[in-house]
């Protein structure tokens, strides 16, 4: 699966922003709205099934972190828009920077709610709960800077892997231990694990280099170069196709075919006060979003699909923070200004 061909690019594609007037045309209003209590800096939908018609999602702002479920009216027709049922506001002692939920939360038989988070002591903070009497937080402690991203090992989910600034991935049990420490050359700003390949794990760089591990050696056996285009603030490994990754770098976006070349086939400007987030949609691997840094009045929020030169969907969020997809809909959310916006599309 992780073989690499030839070093040279297939296509650096002509570089033109989105069409001003085509954005209005594509610029849309949030299809669902829920309201929050405060800011909204993380959000993220489950990745994996919670045994329930409904999917759960959790949010996180300066102090706490909200576990509800999302309906969706394309999932259920008895449903106005969508159904937003929180379940458990949990504390938390500082702003939440980053969350990635465990597959061993399930709301079927005995509820079980595991989550963890990052925030800005560099610690780690897992959270697990019967949604009842039983609420246990781990502090995990060994970062020496900032983290930028964590995921669980996503099939038994026994394990956890964040990046920092301090130029490390560090691997961690349920117990708070550290197991291993992978050295990178610059701050590692995303983190992905695939349930197709769990012996192998995806991190990417801010100098722009992405490389797997092989987590039995740890050693990388695979690295894919963005080229000199600006610092790299996200990457995602698709979840539905494994030789695909994108990131994104400076303004543009980029997708990779890990078969075929080290250097990206497709690159498009998208932002133009710089990309924040890129995400691959869960439900259809040629769609994935990318945010703008938020900061300024509003960010903007685009939805490309890989068939399409240009943007398929364009929205706005006040100063929007976190981008998540659902599991079964090409739906996103992000999240703002005391609420979160949810963009649907049909593609």
């Known amino acids: 699966m992780l073989s690499t061909g030839g070093e040279e690019m297939i296509s650096d594609l002509k570089p033109t922003l989105p069409d001003p007037d085509m954005q209005e045309d594509l610029t849309r209003s949030p299809s669902y709205t829920v309201t929050c209590e405060d800011y909204v800096h993380v959000v993220e939908f489950s990745p994996f099934s919670s045994g329930s018609p409904a999917s759960l999602l959790a949010y996180g702002g300066n102090q706490y972190v909200v576990v509800g479920t999302c309906l969706f009216q394309e999932e259920d027709m008895e449903v106005d828009g969508v159904q937003f049922n929180a379940l458990r506001v949990f504390h938390h002692d500082l702003r939440v920077d980053a969350l990635a ?39 995990m402690e060994g970062h020496g800077s900032y983290i930028n991203h964590l ?15 301090d130029h490390t991935c560090r691997l961690w049990d349920l117990d708070g231990n550290e197991t291993a420490v992978l050295r990178l050359r610059s701050p590692g700003m995303s983190v992905c694990w695939h349930p197709q390949d769990v012996f192998k794990l995806m991190v990417a760089e801010k100098k722009g280099t992405i ?10 056996i695979l ?30 976006w980029l997708i990779w075919d890990i078969t075929r070349s080290s250097y990206p086939q497709e690159k498009r400007p998208a932002h133009k006060d710089k990309a924040r987030l890129f995400r691959w949609s ?21 939805i490309h699909h890989l ?13 929007g923070s976190g981008l998540s997809w659902h599991r079964m809909l090409p739906l996103c959310v992000v ?7 949810f963009w649907t599309t049909e593609m």
């Open 101 to 139: 939920w465990s597959p061993e939360s399930r709301l079927d038989r005995i509820p079980t709610i595991r989550f963890c988070t990052a925030a800005a002591d560099r610690k780690l903070r897992l959270l697990t709960s019967d949604l009842q009497d039983q609420n246990e937080v781990k502090v």
């Open 223 to 252: 690295s894919l170069d963005c080229g000199h285009s600006g610092p790299l603030m996200s990457a995602d490994w698709c979840l539905t196709n494994t030789i695909k990754v994108g990131a994104v770098v400076g303004n543009d």
């Open 335 to 341: 999240g703002g200004d005391r609420k979160l916006c």
């Open 151 to 165: 995921v669980f090992e996503p099939t038994e989910g026994k394990q956890i892997a964040s990046v920092s600034d």
């Open 282 to 302: 869960v439900a259809n691997e040629n769609l994935f979003a990318t945010t703008g840094c938020p900061g300024k009045i509003s960010s903007q929020v685009f």
């Open 211 to 220: 490389r797997f591990y092989d987590l039995v050696t740890q050693q990388a």
């Open 307 to 319: 068939g399409h030169p240009q943007p398929v969907m364009i929205g706005s969020s006040s100063v």
